[in-house]
């Protein structure tokens, strides 16, 4: 008898170990502020098509010149004004059962910028294609300097998630001992209102309208609880 007790003893501690694991509870929480943005982002630019490549990229040159003078005298600061995207693509037509036809070339020129006074937002619009744009995207709008108001948001979301814990907790007869991780998901995201100019022309007055509301700025966070 005295060699089965260690036997014993040895199955019955894995046992103990298993009971004395605690029990877990995983939360997802979010926290969010909406804030009024202080920026305004679009894009402008310009397609132009040519027999010859030199002839297309010579024309949007042209006209991209006077696009990026508008935007200037509209008041852009340099820092604001950044080439997005230049590309010069061939054309073909495609028939069926032949071989495609070089038709020509399409040069394409685009500049991202920054409005920083959202009143002028619509009028940027109009000046852009009244300069000869006839490609415009946006505006999006955001806030500049959100860390403040994101780090709120996660405070939020972390208090809501301890709050929940202790909600569930008390329902099955437990209560929260202690958090044992806290990951930080992907922040609340708003979709961008744009507005799309797809051919060259005049705005007439008024400017065109533009609402920039407000944006959400949120934080996601897990948090796994122990429970006693």
Same mark, same amino acid.
Request: aromatic share 4%; no cysteine.
């Given at each position: 008898?005295?060699?089965?007790?260690?036997?014993?003893?040895?199955?019955?501690?894995?046992?103990?170990?298993?009971?004395?694991?605690?029990?877990?509870?995983?939360?997802?929480?979010?926290?969010?502020?909406?804030?009024?943005?202080?920026?305004?982002?679009?894009?402008?630019?310009?397609?132009?098509?040519?027999? *010859? $490549?030199? =002839?297309?990229?010579?024309?949007? #040159?042209?006209?991209?010149?006077?696009? +990026? /003078?508008?935007? @200037?005298?509209?008041?852009?600061?340099?820092?604001?004004?950044?080439?997005?995207?230049?590309?010069?693509?061939?054309?073909?037509?495609?028939?069926?059962?032949?071989?495609?036809?070089?038709?020509?070339?399409?040069?394409?020129?685009?500049?991202?910028?920054?409005?920083?006074?959202?009143?002028?937002?619509?009028?940027?619009?109009?000046?852009?294609?009244?300069?000869?744009?006839?490609?415009?995207?946006?505006?999006?709008?955001?806030?500049?300097?959100?860390?403040?108001?994101?780090?709120?948001?996660?405070?939020?979301?972390?208090? *809501? $998630?301890? =709050?929940?814990?202790?909600?569930? #907790?008390?329902?099955?007869?437990?209560? +929260? /001992?202690?958090? @044992?991780?806290?990951?930080?998901?992907?922040?609340?995201?708003?979709?961008?209102?744009?507005?799309?100019?797809?051919?060259?022309?005049?705005?007439?007055?008024?400017?065109?309208?533009?609402?920039?509301?407000?944006?959400?700025?949120?934080?996601?966070?897990?948090?796994?609880?122990?429970?006693?």
């Amino acid at each position: 008898m005295r060699a089965l007790l260690p036997a014993l003893l040895l199955v019955a501690a894995p046992v103990s170990a298993e009971e004395a694991r605690p029990t877990t509870l995983t939360i997802v929480a979010e926290g969010h502020f909406d804030r009024a943005p202080d920026v305004a982002e679009l894009s402008g630019g310009v397609v132009t098509q040519a027999p *010859t $490549a030199a =002839a297309a990229l010579a024309e949007n #040159a042209r006209r991209m010149t006077d696009v +990026v /003078a508008a935007v @200037r005298r509209a008041g852009v600061a340099e820092r604001d004004i950044q080439t997005s995207g230049l590309s010069l693509q061939p054309q073909y037509r495609y028939g069926d059962n032949h071989p495609p036809v070089l038709t020509g070339y399409q040069a394409t020129n685009t500049v991202a910028l920054k409005v920083r006074k959202l009143a002028d937002a619509g009028a940027m619009v109009d000046a852009l294609v009244a300069a000869g744009a006839n490609q415009v995207n946006g505006p999006s709008f955001r806030v500049e300097d959100a860390e403040g108001t994101l780090n709120a948001a996660r405070t939020a979301a972390v208090v *809501t $998630a301890r =709050a929940r814990a202790e909600l569930y #907790a008390a329902a099955a007869g437990l209560h +929260v /001992a202690r958090i @044992r991780s806290i990951a930080e998901g992907t922040p609340a995201r708003v979709d961008p209102n744009e507005i799309v100019v797809t051919a060259a022309r005049k705005f007439a007055a008024p400017a065109t309208p533009v609402a920039p509301g407000e944006v959400t700025l949120g934080a996601t966070v897990t948090v796994v609880f122990d429970l006693d």
